[in-house]
């Protein structure tokens, strides 16, 4: 994915952690329930406080409301400035909490042990392949979903 976890990410890191201590989301508490129904499996529940920790940090982190490789509704209108789009978008990263949305950074918590490791290449991953899936449902022929999973996955595992 050609992430690289350096000193300002890590300050970036922390900063959005230090929001979590700061004040609390709508959104917090559905997060939290997805990462308690996935930490209920025998194999992830030795991950849920890094899941908690990284879909916590995740909903705060405005860098994904414009760069998801698919933009939601908040993305579409023009603002005139930065502080006016953080004003309007909500929660800050644009991704509307669903369920099973903890599953898709699982993986990462088997490949890295540090936690920048883990929401930094989760983040990537997301913003150019995850945030497409829930536009899948949308297609009415289920052959469509197939072709656009195995599309997505080609291009993700070939490169």
């Known amino acids: 994915?050609?992430?690289?976890?350096?000193?300002?990410?890590?300050?970036?890191?922390?900063?959005l952690?230090?929001?979590l201590k700061e004040y609390e989301l709508v959104t917090d508490e559905l997060f939290r329930?997805?990462?308690?129904?996935?930490?209920?499996?025998?194999?992830?529940?030795?991950?849920e406080e890094m899941l908690s920790d990284t879909m916590s940090t995740l909903s705060r982190d405005p860098w994904l409301?414009?760069?998801?490789?698919?933009l939601s509704q908040a993305n579409d209108k023009p603002y005139p400035d930065a502080y006016s789009r953080q004003a309007v978008v909500f929660p800050p990263c644009?991704?509307?909490?669903?369920?099973?949305?903890?599953?898709?950074?699982t993986p990462f918590?088997?490949?890295f042990?540090?936690?920048?490791?883990?929401?930094?290449?989760f983040?990537?991953?997301?913003?150019?392949?995850?945030?497409?899936?829930?536009?899948?449902?949308?297609?009415?022929?289920?052959?469509?979903?197939y072709f656009t999973f195995r599309s997505v996955y080609a291009n993700y595992c070939c490169r």
């Open 123 to 145: 983040r990537s991953v997301y913003a150019n392949y995850c945030c497409r899936v829930p536009f899948c449902y949308l297609l009415s022929d289920p052959a469509d979903v």
């Open 33 to 47: 329930l997805d990462v308690t129904i996935t930490g209920n499996d025998d194999d992830y529940f030795v991950f």
């Open 113 to 121: 042990s540090d936690p920048a490791d883990v929401y930094f290449t």
């Open 17 to 19: 952690n230090a929001s």
């Open 94 to 105: 644009g991704i509307v909490p669903f369920r099973g949305i903890v599953m898709y950074a």
């Open 65 to 70: 409301s414009h760069s998801c490789a698919v």
């Open 109 to 111: 918590c088997y490949l």
């Open 1 to 15: 994915m050609g992430v690289e976890v350096t000193d300002a990410s890590v300050a970036y890191l922390e900063q």
